[in-house]
């Protein structure tokens, strides 16, 4: 099956900082979507980016299907980006997602 | 339009017990998705239901098992209950690719 790996695992960043993160996945994906966990478990949808780039705020991603990676990039870092951020994918059928293992990341003020 | 919603938010168990989890997805979604959390093990996929088919299933012994109503509301239950099914339980629907999360199950097996 489809391996999904994230990078790094861990980051603390002063608030204000830039910072990028990393999901690497082993083969062709039918889409992919970065999620921010917030303390309390709730995944909150922050791309849905099978390929291209996008932005919304201080956040952007770029996917690069063909070389089977994806980039979240978080820019001026506040304290409440404070959560772990997670990569997932779906196989060729869709019907079954893969989650990364997670970025946790301590924004510190 | 409303979100995704899960009942119970946390549960309580014993060993041995079963439990039923239920699922409202966002209004006109037919894909529901389950998925269990632990620190140890991360986010894995349970199961995928469209139109009340399991479409895909993940590598979950058969104590887990789900279903979908003709409403698109899905509940999944776990037989047999052992302490390490203790997790959050999170559902998803679709309306395609994209998923959204409800705000999860808590349940702990003691």
């Known amino acids: 099956g489809i391996q999904v790996e994230q990078s790094p695992p861990d980051l603390i960043l002063q608030e204000g900082a830039n910072s990028t993160l990393r999901c690497n996945f082993s083969?062709?994906?039918?889409?992919l979507q970065w999620f921010h966990q917030n303390p309390w478990g709730q995944l909150i949808n922050l791309f849905y980016?099978?390929?291209g780039t996008k932005q919304n705020g201080r956040l952007s991603a770029t996917t690069v299907a063909t070389e089977r990676y994806s980039l979240l990039y978080i820019s001026s870092s506040q304290t409440t980006d404070s959560g772990v951020y997670f990569c997932?994918?779906?196989?060729?059928?869709?019907?079954?997602?893969?989650f990364g293992a997670g970025t946790r990341l301590f924004v510190k003020a | 339009k409303a979100g995704v919603t899960q009942t119970p938010r946390y549960l309580i168990k014993t060993r041995g017990q079963q439990v039923t989890l239920s699922c409202s997805p966002i209004?006109?979604?037919?894909?529901v998705s389950w998925y269990q959390q632990t620190p140890g093990q991360g986010l894995q996929f349970l199961f995928e239901?469209?139109?009340?088919?399991?479409?895909n299933k993940g590598n979950f012994p058969g104590r887990f098992s789900g279903r979908q109503f003709s409403n698109s509301r899905s509940e999944m239950n776990v037989s047999t209950l052992e302490l390490g099914d203790s997790a959050l339980y999170l559902c998803?629907?679709?309306?395609?690719?994209?998923?959204?999360f409800g705000p999860g199950t808590r349940l702990t097996v003691l």
């Open positions: 998803a629907s679709s309306p395609g690719y994209e998923q959204f």
């Open positions: 083969d062709s994906v039918n889409n």
């Open positions: 239901y469209f139109s009340e088919t399991q479409r």
């Open positions: 997932a994918v779906a196989d060729t059928g869709g019907f079954k997602t893969i």
């Open positions: 209004s006109g979604h037919r894909s």
């Open positions: 980016i099978p390929s």
